[in-house]
């Protein structure tokens, strides 16, 4: 039950993120909220799967930056999972740039915050 209430808080956040940021929409031939579902199926598995392999892989350069290299890994991460869903799924989210994969990255990251604080997850 936890991990369809992970699913539903993510596909919220991207779709937040979507709203905000200019260059992330949805693509395909899906609904949008099918996109962002998608995406948020792929990201869940994304962070849970490559993100650890990653995350200590980039270890020193995180300890170089104090930490903000981790944007980098989360922006990367939510480029995999668009790239996933549009690959494998043919529906997903169009990411303009690096920019508004960070942008887009950081929203996801408050948004899922914020609604795991709501929802005493």
Known sequence: MRFFLNWLLTSIAVAVAAFIVPGIQPFGTA????SFAFVGLFLGLVNSLVKPLITVISLPLT???VGLFQLVVNS???ELASWLSVNLLG???SISGFGAALFGSI????VCTMLGVATND
Not at 31 to 34: C, G, K, R, V
């Open 31 to 34: 609904d949008p909220w099918l």
């Open 63 to 65: 300890c170089l930056t």
């Open 91 to 93: 529906s997903g989210i």
């Open 107 to 110: 929203i996801v990251s408050i």
């Open 76 to 78: 990367f991460m939510l």
